[in-house]
Nanobody
Framework: VQLQASGGGLVQAGGSLRLSCAAS????????MGWFRQAPGNDRKFVAA????????YYVDSVKGRFTISRDNAANTVYLQMNSLNPKDTAVYYC???????????????????WGQGTQVTVSS
């Protein structure tokens, strides 16, 4: 599956952005989806994930209550709505796909087989 992330940009602290990740190539509902982020000098870190049906979601503690992950299987797209952004959210954001047939944690990047190219999110203070 090919993934194309978009929606990043520059926003002031307290603002909002909505990231999108469009999938193509294989049946989108065959994959759980995740968002990760990587700040300069840091490892890629888990942000949020959603199961194949959209029925279960997972978040890192630092974004709970501010970010919402969702998906539209008919549109082959996963979204990350980001509210109340702060400078610590500045990073390149990546979407990733984890096959349904694979077990393993949603939180680990090593369990995701396919990655988008990343979109830059910059939050100014």
């Amino acid at each position: 599956v090919q993934l194309q992330a978009s929606g990043g940009g520059l926003v002031q602290a307290g603002g909002s952005l909505r990231l999108s990740c469009a999938a193509s190539g294989r049946t989108f509902s065959s994959y759980h989806m995740g968002w990760f982020r990587q700040a300069p000098g840091n490892d890629r870190k888990f942000v949020a994930a959603i199961d194949w049906s959209g029925g279960s979601t997972y978040y890192v503690d630092s974004v709970k209550g501010r970010f919402t992950i969702s998906r539209d299987n008919a549109a082959n797209t996963v979204y990350l709505q980001m509210n109340s952004l702060n400078p610590k959210d500045t990073a390149v954001y990546y979407c990733a796909a984890k096959p349904r047939v694979y077990s393993g944690s949603y939180y680990s990047a090593t369990n995701y087989n396919y990655w988008g190219q990343g979109t830059q999110v910059t939050v100014s203070s």
